[in-house]
C-alpha cells in the first residue's frame, strides 16, 4: 500500500536546505535564536526515534571547547528549541545522557523519504511511493553544511535517490509513458548533478524516446562533469551502456513527419522539438528560482518555443504566467496605464487570482505603482514559487514608457535580496528579447538586462538537423545533412521548411540547394519577407549593400541590429557573415543586381 502521513505538530526539513514548521503555521518558517541549536535540532532530526548520547553530541557540535562550556551550549540550545518548538507539549525528550526529539509530534522529509524508497524499491505500490519520494528529495542532505560526520547520511540518502530515479524510470519506460520518464530524469539531474546512475537513467529514457542527439549530449554532460569536479571519467558500466544504446545500435525507428507546415512556435509536447544546451540551462535556472533569467537569441530560433516547453514541465512544481507582448493589442500598448492594465489582468488571471480594478487601481498613484501594487496582492494569494514569463520584449523597446516599465521589473528583481521573507522572495521573472536592450534602453543600470542569469539561444548545430530529419522520417546520408546544414546554416524555421519540403514535395538536397534563392522556392515566403524587411528603409538597405560589396558599416551599431534581427551572425572567428549562407546570393540578385 502506499505510505501516507498525517500533518505532523513539527515539520524539520532536511534535504537540500534546513527549514522547520509548525503544524499550526505550516506557511511560516521558524527562527532560532542561535546557529548552534538549528545544527543540534538537525542532529536530532536526523536520528529521528533514535536517541543520541550526549557525548557525541558535545563533540561533533562543539569540538573546540572544554567541557564545561560545552554543557553550557548544549543546555542553552537545548533551550532555543524548546522556546520555538514547544507549547504545551516536551518535544525534546531527554533521559540520563541520552537526547532524542518525540517521534509523535516531529515528522522529517528524511524519514518519510526512506519510508517511501523502502516500499517502492521493494515493489509495495511502487510508481506512487516512488514518485512521491522523488518529490520529496530537494537536494543533497543539509547541502549548505560541511561537517564530517554528515557525508555518511548523505551518501546513503544519495545512493537511495539513484535506485529510485532508475527504478522509476524503468517503470515509466516499461508502461511507455515516455514524457514523464524524460521529466522525471531531467529534474532528478539537476537535483543531483553529479549521479553517474541519475545521468544513465536519463539517457536510457532518451534512448528509448528515440532522441539521439539528447543522450549524446546527455553523456557528454556527464563526462564534462565528472572530469571538472573529480578529474574523472564515466565508469566502464556507463560507457558499455552507452555504446549498447548507440554505438552498434541500428538507427531509430523513423516516426511520421508532422502534418503541419512549419511555422510559429512549436507544442511543448511535440516529438519534433529539439532539445539543446539552453534547455538544459534554462530547466536548472528555473529549477533554483533564479530571480531573474534572461532568453536572448535572434528571432526565429526557437525562443518561445524553449519557452513553451520548460514552463510546462515545470508546472509541476512552480505556478506559471506568461505574458507575450506580441499578441497585445494596439490600445493596449497606447499608454502606460492600459498597458499596466493589460500586464495586472493577464498575470492574476493566470494564476486564478481574481482582481477588482475599480476597487485596487487608483489614478493618482500611477501606472508603475498601481501594477506593483496588484502583483504584490496577487502573489499574497499565491502559494509556492511563482515564474512570470514576458516573450516578445523587443515590443517595447522604444515605447515611450518602456524605461519606466523595466525600471519597475528591475525593482523586483532587487526585491529579492532586499526582502527574503517578502511575497516576491517567490517570484522568477524570465524574459525573452531578440534586440539588443542597450541600444533602446537609456539607463541598462535601472533595467534587469544587467543582472540575472542570461541564457544565449542558439541555431541548430549539424547533429540536431541530423535528429531532426529522422524525426521526420528521413534518412539522409552524411553528406547530405551536411549540405542541408549547410544550406540553412541551422536556422531552426528554414531547417523545418526544408525537410518539409523533402517529405511532402518529393525532391532531394540537391534540387533545395539549385532552387534555394528562388522566388518560387522552398524559402520563397521567408526570402521575400526578408527583402521587403531590408528594403522599406533605405539606411539599412544601403548598410546592407556595403557588407554584400564587403565594405565597412557606417554605422556602428548596424551590426548589432542586424545580428538581433537575426540577419547576421559572428563565425568562431569573431567575423560577421549571413547567419542563412542562402541570404547572400538572394540578396545580392536583388539589390545589387547581380546573379
Known amino acids: 500500500m502506499e505510505v501516507t502521513a498525517q500533518a505532523p505538530a513539527v515539520w524539520i526539513q532536511l534535504l537540500g536546505s534546513f527549514r522547520v514548521v509548525l503544524g499550526r503555521s505550516p506557511d511560516q518558517p521558524q527562527r532560532f535564536r542561535s546557529r548552534t541549536a538549528e545544527r543540534l535540532l538537525a542532529s536530532l532530526a536526523l536520528r529521528l526515534g533514535h536517541a543520541v548520547h550526549k557525548g557525541e553530541l558535545l563533540e561533533a557540535l562543539w569540538p573546540a571547547s572544554d567541557g564545561d562550556r560545552q554543557a553550557q551550549n548544549l543546555r542553552k540550545a537545548i533551550s532555543d528549541i524548546r522556546q520555538v518548538l514547544e507549547d504545551g507539549s516536551t518535544v525534546v525528550l531527554s533521559h540520563g545522557d541520552r537526547l532524542w526529539l518525540d517521534s509523535a509530534q516531529v515528522q522529517t522529509d528524511v524519514d518519510r523519504f526512506k519510508r517511501l524508497t523502502d516500499a517502492g524499491l521493494e515493489g509495495n505500490e511502487s510508481e506512487q511511493n516512488l514518485r512521491a519520494a522523488l518529490k520529496l528529495y530537494g537536494g543533497p542532505l543539509l547541502a549548505e553544511e560541511e561537517e564530517p560526520w554528515l557525508q555518511v547520511h548523505r551518501m546513503e540518502l544519495e545512493e537511495r535517490f539513484g535506485q529510485s530515479v532508475e527504478q522509476m524510470i524503468a517503470l515509466l519506460l516499461s508502461s511507455e509513458k515516455y514524457d514523464e520518464a524524460l521529466r522525471i530524469g531531467r529534474q532528478a539531474v539537476i537535483a543531483a548533478p553529479l549521479r553517474e546512475d541519475v545521468h544513465m537513467a536519463l539517457i536510457r529514457a532518451y534512448a528509448s524516446s528515440g532522441l539521439r542527439t539528447e543522450a549524446i549530449r546527455q553523456f557528454e554532460e556527464l563526462e564534462s562533469l565528472l572530469s571538472n569536479q573529480w578529474g574523472e571519467s564515466p565508469s566502464q558500466k556507463s560507457v558499455e551502456t552507452f555504446e549498447a544504446l548507440w554505438g552498434q545500435r541500428e538507427p531509430p525507428p523513423l516516426r511520421e513527419a508532422p502534418p503541419e507546415s512549419p511555422g510559429g512556435a512549436i507544442s511543448a509536447n511535440s516529438s519534433f522539438y529539439i532539445s539543446r544546451e539552453c534547455d538544459q540551462v534554462f530547466r536548472r535556472a ?20 524553449l519557452l513553451g516547453r520548460v514552463l510546462n514541465g515545470a508546472r509541476a512544481d512552480f505556478k506559471v504566467a506568461i505574458t507575450d507582448f506580441q499578441v497585445l493589442s494596439r490600445p493596449q500598448m497606447a499608454d502606460a496605464d492600459s498597458f499596466s492594465r493589460a500586464l495586472a489582468y493577464g498575470f492574476a488571471t493566470q494564476l486564478g ?16 505603482s498601481n501594477l506593483h501594487s496588484v502583483v504584490e496582492a496577487v502573489l499574497r494569494q499565491v502559494e509556492g514559487p511563482v515564474v512570470w514569463a514576458m516573450d516578445e520584449a523587443d515590443r517595447l523597446f522604444g515605447v515611450e514608457f518602456a524605461d519606466d516599465f523595466f525600471g519597475l521589473v528591475r525593482s523586483w528583481h532587487n526585491l529579492r535580496a532586499m526582502d527574503s521573507g517578502g511575497p ?15 541600444l533602446f534602453i537609456q539607463d541598462i543600470n535601472q533595467s534587469p538586462f544587467n543582472v540575472g542569469i542570461r541564457i544565449p539561444v542558439r541555431d541548430f548545430a549539424e547533429a540536431d538537423v541530423e535528429e531532426l530529419s529522422l524525426r521526420y522520417g528521413l534518412r ?15 536556422q531552426p524555421f528554414l531547417t523545418r521548411k526544408a525537410l518539409d519540403a523533402l517529405v511532402h514535395g518529393g525532391g532531394t538536397v540537391e534540387s533545395l540547394q539549385r532552387n534555394a534563392v528562388d522566388e518560387d522556392g522552398p524559402f520563397g515566403e521567408h526570402l521575400r519577407r526578408l527583402l521587403f524587411v531590408t528594403s522599406r528603409d533605405p539606411i539599412t538597405r544601403e548598410e546592407i549593400a556595403r557588407f554584400l560589396r564587403r565594405q565597412p558599416f557606417s554605422d556602428p551599431k548596424t551590426p548589432l541590429r542586424l545580428m538581433a534581427g537575426g540577419m547576421l551572425i559572428r563565425n568562431t572567428s569573431g567575423q560577421l557573415e549571413f547567419r542563412v549562407p542562402a541570404y547572400r546570393p538572394f540578396l545580392e540578385r536583388y539589390l545589387l543586381g547581380s546573379g
Open 286 to 305: 528555473i529549477a533554483r528560482s533564479e530571480a531573474t533569467i534572461l532568453i536572448h537569441g535572434p528571432r526565429q530560433v526557437g525562443k518561445t518555443s
Open 353 to 368: 487570482v481574481r482582481v477588482d480594478f475599480a476597487e485596487v487601481w487608483n489614478d493618482w498613484i500611477g501606472p508603475n
Open 424 to 438: 516576491f522572495s517567490r517570484l522568477s521573472l524570465v524574459i525573452s528579447y531578440a534586440t539588443e536592450a542597450h
Open 476 to 490: 539522409l546520408a552524411h553528406q547530405d545533412v551536411r549540405r542541408l546544414f549547410d544550406l540553412t546554416g541551422g
